[in-house]
C-alpha cells in the first residue's frame, strides 16, 4: 500500500536529549514536510523539502533540523535547543508544485514527550 | 501573510443534520487553494476537499461541499446528513504559489455529532 510511515507512534526523552524522527513515503512525491501541532492548535510547519538534498525552514525551525538525501526519507531531529519540544508532530508529502495545487497526504504521527 | 481564522472552536449536531464550520482567510495573493482537513482522535489528517480561487463553482465531494464566496474570503464546510463518525477536529488550511506548497492552518473546530 502506499503512503506515508512515521516511527514511532509515542516517544519519550529525557530533556536535553537530542531525538530524531523517523518519516518515510512510498508515494513517489517530490515534496516533504514536517508540522508541530500543539494542544487545542492547528499545525505549524517546521521544514520543508521539495526535492532530494534541498530543504527550507518553516515557520518555527528554531531547535529543529532535518535532512533529505533520499526522496523517500526526510527524518526530523529534534535538539536540545528546542525550549519546548513535547509537541504531536506530522509529517507530509505532495507531488512538487506546479501550475495546480497539490494535496499533501499525511502520515499517523509521533508524539513526542520529553519528561 | 497568509491567515486562516476559524472562529467555532466546538460545535454540536445532530445526527442527519446538516452543520457549516466557518473558515476566512486573508492573503494578498491572487491564486490561492484552500483545503478542509479532519483529524478524528486517533490524530492523522484526512484531506477531504479542495478549492482553488479562480474556481467558478463551489468544491463538493460527496457529503461535503464548500461554500466559498471570494468576495467575503470566506471557505466554510458543509456537511451534509451528520453521522457520528464525522466527530473529528477539523481543519481549513490555504496554500498560496510561490511559497513551496506549504500550507498555513487554522486552529480547527471541533464537531460532535450527538443522536
Not at chain 1, 27 to 36: E, G, P, S, T, V
Not at chain 1, 96 to 106: C, D, K, L, V
Not at chain 2, 45 to 71: C, V, W
Request: charged fraction near 20%.
Amino acid at each position: 500500500d502506499g503512503g506515508i510511515t512515521q516511527s514511532p507512534k509515542y516517544l519519550f526523552r529525557k530533556e536535553g536529549q537530542n531525538v530524531t524522527l523517523s518519516c518515510e513515503q512510498n508515494l513517489n512525491h517530490d515534496a516533504m514536510y514536517w508540522y508541530r501541532q500543539d494542544p487545542g492548535q492547528g499545525l505549524r510547519l517546521i521544514y520543508y523539502s521539495q526535492i532530494v538534498n534541498d530543504f527550507q525552514k518553516g515557520d518555527i525551525a528554531e531547535g529543529y533540523s532535518v535532512s533529505r538525501e533520499k526522496k523517500e526519507s526526510f527524518p526530523l531531529t529534534v535538539t536540545s535547543a528546542q525550549k519546548n519540544p513535547t509537541a504531536f508532530y506530522l509529517c507530509a508529502s505532495s507531488a512538487r508544485g506546479g501550475p495546480s495545487y497539490n494535496e499533501q497526504f499525511f502520515g499517523p504521527g509521533t508524539r513526542l514527550t520529553v519528561l | 501573510a497568509q491567515k486562516i481564522t476559524q472562529t467555532q472552536p466546538g460545535m454540536f449536531v445532530q445526527e442527519k443534520e446538516a452543520v457549516t464550520l466557518d473558515c476566512t482567510y486573508d492573503t494578498s495573493d491572487p491564486s490561492y487553494g484552500l483545503f478542509w482537513y479532519k483529524q478524528p482522535s486517533s490524530g492523522e489528517m484526512i484531506f477531504l476537499i479542495y478549492q482553488g480561487s479562480y474556481d467558478q463553482q463551489n468544491a463538493t465531494e460527496g457529503r461535503y461541499s464548500l461554500n466559498f464566496q471570494k468576495a467575503r474570503k470566506s471557505a466554510n464546510l458543509v456537511i451534509s446528513a451528520s453521522q457520528l463518525g464525522d466527530s473529528a477536529m477539523y481543519f481549513c488550511a490555504m496554500m498560496n504559489t510561490g511559497g513551496g506548497n506549504k500550507l498555513t492552518f487554522g486552529t480547527g473546530t471541533q464537531l460532535k455529532v450527538e443522536l
